[in-house]
């Protein structure tokens, strides 16, 4: 049984530059999670999918950030035209059902220029 | 709104002390998840326990252990006998009831644990 993997694991980029970071879930996890850690916080929610339904996202997903599921299995988060502020980690988790334990993968760090 | 206070940001203890990590939490849902992870140096989030709003009954897992209070809002973690490999930063979060299920997460605690 193989854990949430996220790729790539480290990514610096010049701020202007788009990113896209991928998510592949425990398998048969019908949830999708993504969260974002800055140094000395706790993770802060962005969105969430259902299979291949985005449910919600949270106000500090802007409209340069699009995350997508598109076949309910693994996911992708896109940030366009990153800004220094968007240097964090990024973390995915992944849940069987509505309230049930969420598992985190090991996180892609993102450091902007 | 919700919120997770981890009041106690940094914690220094030497090998086989025990000790005692405070979350305390604020929330208006009846329905509600309390969980602990563990976020080590390599930077994973590792869970530890998971607790609903129904069920008080305090937990041990080997030298971890839980103990939940409703009536002061409190989800505390007390290791026991603690190791150098305990060393990590911990984690209290919440999740909501019935509208949704984001984890709301403390600002976490650091513990370093020395030999």
């Known amino acids: 049984d193989t854990g949430v993997s996220q790729n790539p694991r480290h990514k610096i980029t010049k701020r202007g530059q788009n990113v896209t970071f991928r998510c592949d879930p425990i398998s048969e996890h019908n949830r999708l999670y993504w969260y974002r850690q800055t140094l000395g916080q706790g993770p802060e929610f962005l969105t969430y999918?259902?299979?291949?339904?985005?449910?919600?996202k949270s106000r500090l997903l802007s409209d340069r950030f699009s995350a997508e599921r598109p076949k309910g299995s693994f996911s992708t988060l896109e940030i366009q035209r990153t800004e220094q502020g968007d240097s964090a980690m990024y973390l995915c988790a992944s849940s069987l059902g509505n309230q049930e334990t969420q598992y985190f993968g090991p996180g892609t760090r993102l450091l902007v220029l | 709104a919700q919120k997770v206070t981890q009041a106690q940001t940094e914690i220094s203890v030497v090998e086989k002390e025990d000790v005692t990590l405070d979350c305390v939490y604020e929330t208006r849902d009846t329905t509600y998840y309390l969980f602990w992870y563990k976020q080590p140096p390599s930077g994973e989030l590792v869970f530890l326990i998971r607790?609903?709003?129904?069920?008080?009954q305090n937990e041990i897992s080997g030298r971890y252990s839980w103990n939940f209070q409703k009536s002061t809002s409190s989800f505390n973690f007390t290791i026991t006998a603690s190791q150098v490999v305990d060393s990590a930063v911990y984690f209290c979060?919440?999740?909501?009831?019935?509208?949704?299920?984001?984890?709301?997460f403390g600002k976490g605690t650091t513990l370093s644990v020395s030999s």
């Open positions: 999918f259902q299979n291949e339904a985005q449910l919600e």
């Open positions: 979060a919440l999740s909501r009831g019935e509208a949704g299920t984001a984890l709301i």
């Open positions: 607790r609903n709003s129904f069920d008080e």
